[in-house]
């Protein structure tokens, strides 16, 4: 599968690539891995054949917005690029409405992102964070405002529960306001508990996933628990996120899904980044997997990790190592309560063309 091999997102006519250029390291602060660099990553996305960018207003003070912008309408490309921003974090500190998912600040954060992106719209524009306090009529009714100003192509939503990202969408489909098109979630082989809720939600309602972190902030690079083990110590952006992200401690757990796809990845003969990144890409729901690195170098195995097809049963093997656990009130739905539900009956499989599903596109 190469990045000209297009997915439209979620219920839309938008056509965007299966790796999306992750953009938050594009600064030369905090993460940042400067401008030289984040060209370079830029320019090989580009060349790959890649439309589709991810930044935020937050990333970087908003030097990754406009170094964003620069690369872009630099190169002409404006047209073309799918560009995706998000809003949420707060631009000035003490100010209570400067932050968050109120109509003043949305509005007010757009403007900042349209002038430092250097364009007229946003082709997605992404709820960051959910601020637990804006009622969801609100939030949907500002982005609506949004679209029908011309401002944003689509919308899409970021971190929230499964809940209020149901709620949005159904106040969006029932009073005929713009509909979620993405969510934006984390998703690895380490971090599955979007598939309890968030996925099937997106696949009912209509919305494409676009997956963070396929990598686990580099725990699945190899580079943690190299020799063993013994790379605990080695440096690297893992080893500067605080203790409070308990995704990215490295558990037995964690040691066990590396260690499985460590497996899987010397069988095939490639790198363990690449089998990573291909296993979400894979995944029911995901339109699309936000790639990025700390350099051009690491950037290669990302970009390229489409380029081979991982065997199904390597695959099942990678899902089995990280199935997560099964939590109330999913094991009430169980095989072994389906003669108290069903009363003993079975659902007979349907045959096939009973459902005919429509489809447009132009497979080869």
């Known amino acids: 599968m190469s990045l000209t091999t297009y997915y439209t997102l979620g219920r839309t006519g938008l056509r965007v690539s299966p790796l999306c250029l992750g953009a938050m390291t594009f600064s030369s602060v905090g993460y940042g891995i400067g401008e030289d660099n984040s060209r370079a990553i830029f320019d090989r996305y580009v060349d ?11 990333y970087g003070g908003g030097e990754s917005e406009r170094l964003v912008g620069k690369f872009i309408n630099g190169a002409g490309l404006r047209n073309r690029m799918v560009i995706a921003t998000k809003f949420s974090f707060c631009a000035e500190p ?40 804006t009622p969801a009529e609100e939030v949907i009714r500002t982005l609506d405002e949004v679209v029908r100003s011309g401002k944003a192509r689509y919308i899409g939503i970021s971190n929230t529960p499964a809940w209020y990202a149901a709620r949005l969408q159904t106040l969006a489909l029932e009073r005929n306001l713009e509909p979620v098109s993405s969510m934006q979630l984390e998703y690895s082989l380490l971090q599955r508990d979007i598939e309890r809720e968030h996925l099937p ?19 699945l690079t190899g580079k943690y628990f190299q020799d063993g083990g013994r790379g605990d110590d080695i440096a690297g952006r893992l080893n500067k996120i605080p203790s ?52 051009p170098n690491q950037f290669e195995e990302s970009v390229t990790a489409l380029d081979f097809t991982l065997p199904a049963e390597l695959s099942a093997r990678l899902t089995a190592a990280s199935q997560p656990d099964t939590l109330y009130p999913y094991y009430m739905q169980a095989p072994a309560f389906n003669g108290v539900i069903h009363g003993g009956t079975r659902l007979a499989s349907k045959p096939e063309g009973y459902h005919r599903e429509t489809r447009i596109g132009f497979d080869d």
């Open 48 to 58: 790959a054949g890649g439309n589709f960018i991810d930044t935020a207003d937050g």
């Open 244 to 295: 409070s992200m308990p995704l990215y401690q490295r558990t037995e757990r964690a040691r066990a899904i590396e260690g499985e796809l460590r497996a899987v990845a010397g069988e095939l003969g490639e790198p363990m980044t690449r089998v990573a990144i291909n296993w979400v890409a894979n995944r029911p729901g995901v339109a699309s997997v936000l790639v990025g690195a700390s350099n």
């Open 201 to 219: 939600l997106a696949q009912e309602l209509g919305m494409g996933v676009t997956a963070w972190s396929p990598l686990s902030g580099g725990l």
């Open 94 to 133: 003490g100010n209570p409405n400067a932050g968050g998912n109120n109509r003043k600040n949305i509005l007010r954060a757009l403007e900042g992102s349209l002038q430092r992106l250097g364009t007229d719209y946003i082709d997605l524009y992404i709820l960051h964070n959910w601020d637990q306090l």
